[in-house]
């Protein structure tokens, strides 16, 4: 097997040169020979006899299938300039569909519940003083605000790994990364440099006074999903033994990598609702219930758009419907006891994507490549373990299940698989 993985990694480097060369260069070279290659090399994985693994072994080759596969069809649709259709976005980034069919079920239960919530928070809305989104146009703003953000973050991301020390004895993989204030709009990590980008405008706004304000529960949750989550899953993912797909975020993980991050960004709530010395070392003691349920309900609402959102993704994707239908039946994601909480949404997600078709009526790749988020891997995971090994077995044994959550890069099937032979594991023991 080992030889058949260093190819594999091989082709995947030839390819990944390939991306790279072209957005340096805007050119596409020709990759005739690589395809060809590479397509015998799958025949090769295809037939090989797997008989001798061990089940574990098998769902690592597996792995290497998949991946491989996946970036080699990538690349052979762009040489070819064939066109990518609904079906296959599936496919390409291993999106499970009973994720994205949960959708629509998901939105009309949860409806109801936030009407509400809008209801109530437009009316604390005025009672809480005025806030500004931070002006980092201007200079001596973004100075303050840098160094405020810094701070802050230093001081969590220090506080977060002491928790990390007690609750999973990871505490030393937080450290390894950078944390830092960005400028960028969208927070970030970067494996190359083990760095986190924290979105100061994320983070802080100001007041009347021009007081500075950290929004906690931002930057708690952003601390949770690239530090917790995407950054622990990549430091443990360094481990030579693993095969290349593995240790490199491909396209075919991706949807796996961002249900890591959501896990690890509400558990870390969790944690904290735990650990009564960690809120007072962060100061918030006094504050931390109405932190915590202003996480919960902001999580709810952003559920909510989101999901929205990707299922408003399948409509728009749908060749059967005309630009009316469409808007029809996005607007009705939003209704609740006849009323609209948002009856601009269908019109503005239609306007919106108006170019974003192909001259076949396909949505694009790069809009319906938002599905990944739909994956729910740690989710079926974590149902599948407190149902065979109980229900406190994950609280009870952190350490060990966030080792094997977080090691290496899987698809979503790979995921559930390794997490089904995990549990195997341990029912023998
Ligand atoms: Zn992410």
């Not at 596409?28 to 590479?38: F, G, H, S």
């Not at 080759?61 to 996946?70: G, L």
């Not at 990518?84 to 999106?95: A, C, L, P, T």
């Not at 076949?360 to 990944?372: F, K, S």
Request: charged residues 30%; proline residues 2%.
């Amino acid at each position: 097997m080992e030889d058949l993985y260093k190819e594999s990694e091989q082709i995947i480097k030839g390819i990944q040169n390939v991306y790279k060369f072209r957005s340096r260069t805007r050119l596409m070279p020709d990759v005739r020979e690589l395809l060809k290659n590479a397509e015998k090399f799958l025949e090769r994985l295809e037939s090989q006899n797997t008989n001798n693994l061990t089940s574990s072994e098998k769902i690592v080759f597996n792995e290497v299938k998949r991946q491989t596969s996946t970036e080699v069809e990538i690349l052979k649709r762009d040489f070819s300039g064939t066109r990518f259709d609904y079906e296959v976005v599936f496919k390409v980034f291993s999106i499970p569909r009973e994720d994205v069919d949960e959708l629509k079920p998901w939105l009309d239960a949860n409806i109801g519940k936030v009407k509400e919530l809008i209801d109530s928070s437009f009316k604390n809305f005025g009672e809480s003083g005025f806030k500004n989104d931070l002006s980092v146009d201007i200079p001596e703003l973004a100075e303050r605000a840098k160094k405020f953000a810094h701070q802050k973050i230093n001081k969590y991301a220090f506080t977060i790994a002491e928790l990390l020390d007690s609750v999973s004895k990871t505490g030393d993989l937080l450290r390894k990364l950078k944390v830092h204030p960005t400028t960028e709009e969208r927070s970030y990590i970067n494996y190359t440099f083990k760095r986190v980008g924290i979105s100061i405008k994320d983070i802080t706004e100001e007041t009347e006074d021009g007081e500075l304000i950290l929004k906690e529960e931002r930057l708690i949750t952003l601390l949770g999903h690239e530090c917790m989550g995407h950054g622990m899953n990549f430091v443990l993912s360094q481990d030579k033994n693993l095969p290349f797909v593995l240790r490199d975020d491909l396209a075919s993980s991706l949807p796996t990598m961002e249900s890591i991050a959501q896990h690890y960004a509400n558990l870390i709530f969790e944690d904290l609702k735990n650990h009564c010395e960690v809120q007072e070392k962060l100061g918030l003691t006094e504050r931390f219930e109405q932190i915590y349920k202003k996480h919960k309900e902001e999580e709810l609402l952003i559920e909510f758009k989101n999901k929205r959102y990707y299922h408003a993704l399948t409509i728009l994707a749908d060749k059967t419907l005309n630009t009316q239908q469409k808007i029809e039946k996005i607007n009705q994601l939003s209704i609740t006891e006849g009323r609209s909480v948002d009856p601009f949404f269908g019109l503005q997600v239609v306007m919106n994507h108006k170019n974003s078709y192909d001259d076949q009526g396909n949505l694009q790749l790069g809009v319906l490549r938002e599905l990944i988020y739909c994956a729910r891997p740690v989710k079926k995971s974590l149902e599948m373990i407190s149902a065979q090994l109980g229900q406190d077995y994950y609280a009870q044994n952190r350490q060990e299940v966030d080792k094997m959550f977080l090691t290496g890069f899987y698809t979503s099937e790979g995921f559930v698989e390794k997490t089904q032979e995990f549990i195997r594991e341990k029912r023998k023991a």
